[in-house]
């Protein structure tokens, strides 16, 4: 995975009953220590309220989780024993401080029998409500500082607004510094992504065109076909411009658009990011008005099953006004991107489930080659994170024959369509730079706070309107306003089949 290989320590996952737990974080430990990449040492405490023994708690909760969730589900026969001891199930109620001092006393007792000097992780995987109070009971009851290192690792949301970002985040450096916070964004750990800046900043085709000279514009689409699932109370508050585009979609927004780092050090790659943010065009409530969009699915269809609105899905209110679907045009006022504007576009229950981004590239002057030869396709880019993991180009060459006519094609590699690629899962990825103290894919605060500064004037015009929901059908790409946004510039969204022609 990379160079330096992870410390020993203990790992305190706080809401390790919980379903974040159970989907990603088991699995995620499961398919490192397969592969050889857990530090030896390393003990996992899981921390929740119900009653488990230690192996009610492995059958009920742990194996099941890896059995359902993890790429190496075929490999438990042999390492599920192993894997098991590392894990503690440690029963307490957050709120009771005589539980932190019993947690307290048994990681001591572990850190003797297992050899993990002092060092400890606490992930919060619990709601974000509890962040601050569990952090600071941390502190005042002596669970930290640690006797060897210490990190934190904080879960999304950040806060609902700047305001409540920042007191959060002064909750957590009342505990842990800058540099032992980790604040997940997920996306950054997905292995396309990690291969935006190699693709820019490792191939002389790219760097060179990689500006509004070339570009014409950008395309950002993050689309789900699942509905909000079991997480109706939190999304209800939340909603897809705080839930998707206030992180996923900025933080790709960066690596798109950043200059190049100076060195790939964490702080110099952080650098870049910020200086991104902060050049974002602000938006006021017209520019709002005329440039985000936002929807909320009603019933419809997806892959032929008939599906509920989102205000009959569970916990959410019947009268709700929570957006599933926001499109927005973005502009980077500075000299590489002055004029180019980003579309990013997010929702649920949409057609196909694909995170992608695309650069589209100017058109060239209509002089040799021009309609009698073809229709000349615009030149794309296109960077597909998920499902399909991979970069292809779009050129015009000459059809096979004897004239000029010109076809579109593609110069494509996919990374997962061979049988046997099986890329890590990101929070494989993230969990291993925690351990190893490698912070570059976790969001400094400057970058949550610049995030929160272009989107909370968005979250302001939509207050002061109150939108007219439902307005897209289950299956549908968002509302028809989210199509205009394009047309009216002259473009259109780039849609799967038009992208992806049969393989094979
Ligand atoms: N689930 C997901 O896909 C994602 C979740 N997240 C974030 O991860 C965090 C956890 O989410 P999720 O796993 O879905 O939540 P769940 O509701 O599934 O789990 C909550 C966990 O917190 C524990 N807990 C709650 N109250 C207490 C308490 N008073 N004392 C001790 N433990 C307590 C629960 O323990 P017990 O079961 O014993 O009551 C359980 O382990 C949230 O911040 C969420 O926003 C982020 C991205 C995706
Ligand atoms: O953070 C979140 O991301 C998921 C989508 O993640 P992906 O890896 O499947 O693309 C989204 O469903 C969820 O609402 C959001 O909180």
Not at 2 to 19: H, K, M, Q, S
Not at 113 to 124: H, K, S, T, V
Not at 148 to 162: A, M, S, T
Not at 344 to 362: D, Y
């Amino acid at each position: 995975m990379g160079l330096e290989r992870p410390y020993n320590c203990l790992l305190v996952i706080f809401g390790g009953t919980g379903d974040l737990a159970r989907r990603k974080l088991y699995p995620a430990l499961f398919n490192l220590f397969v592969d050889g990449f857990l530090p030896p040492a390393l003990r996992v405490i899981a921390v929740g309220r119900r009653n488990f023994t230690q192996d009610s708690f492995r059958q009920e909760i742990l194996l099941p989780s890896l059995q359902t969730f993890s790429r190496r589900a075929s490999d438990l026969d042999a390492h599920f024993e192993p894997f098991a001891t590392r894990l503690h199930y440690f029963r307490t109620d957050i709120y009771d401080p005589e539980g932190y001092t019993r947690l307290g006393r048994f990681l001591v007792e572990l850190e003797e029998a297992a050899d993990c000097q002092g060092n400890r992780i606490f992930y919060l995987a619990v709601a974000p409500d509890h962040f601050g109070p569990v952090v600071r009971s941390l502190k005042e009851t002596g669970l930290v500082p640690a006797r060897g290192w210490q990190r934190v690792v904080i879960e999304k949301p950040f806060g609902h607004d700047l305001p409540s970002a920042a007191e959060l985040n002064r909750q957590l450096r009342a505990a842990f510094s800058e540099v032992e916070i980790y604040r997940i964004d997920h996306y950054l750990g997905k292995e396309m992504i990690q291969n935006i800046m190699v693709i820019r900043f490792a191939n002389t085709f790219f760097e060179p065109v990689w500006n509004n000279k070339y570009i014409d514009h950008v395309q950002i689409t993050s689309a789900e076909t699942v509905g909000v699932e079991d997480r109706g109370g939190y999304y209800d508050r939340a909603g897809a411009l705080r839930d998707m585009v206030q992180n996923h979609l900025l933080q790709l927004v960066t690596l798109v658009a950043m200059e190049p780092p100076a060195s790939l050090a964490t702080e110099a790659v952080r650098d870049e990011k910020v200086k991104v943010l902060r050049s974002l065009r602000p938006l006021d409530a017209a520019a709002v008005n005329r440039n985000v969009i936002r929807g909320q699915y009603g019933a419809g269809e997806i892959d032929r099953q008939t599906v509920p609105p989102y205000r009959r899905e569970k916990e959410v209110a019947p009268d709700s006004t929570t957006e599933t679907f926001v499109a927005l045009k973005l502009f980077i006022e500075n000299f590489r991107w002055a004029g180019v504007p980003f579309y990013l576009r997010t929702g649920k229950r949409l057609p196909v489930k694909v995170t992608e981004i695309i650069l589209q590239f100017k058109s060239l002057p209509d002089i040799l080659y021009f309609k009698e030869y073809g229709e000349l396709r615009p030149n794309l880019l296109v960077i597909r994170v998920q499902p399909l993991e991979g970069v292809y180009v779009q050129l015009n060459a000459k059809r096979p024959g004897n004239n000029n006519y010109i076809v579109p094609i593609r110069l494509d590699f996919c990374q997962n369509c061979e049988v046997g690629v099986n890329s890590p899962e990101a929070y494989e990825r993230l969990l291993y730079d925690v351990m190893r103290g490698d912070p570059t894919l976790f969001t400094r605060w400057d970058e949550v706070e610049a995030a929160w500064q272009f989107v909370d004037p968005i979250a302001a015009a939509w207050m002061a309107r109150p939108p007219l929901f439902p307005n897209y059908a289950a299956g549908q790409w968002g509302p028809p306003a989210a199509q205009e946004l394009l047309i009216r510039d002259g473009r259109h969204w780039w849609q799967e089949d038009e992208l992806l022609p049969e393989r094979g």
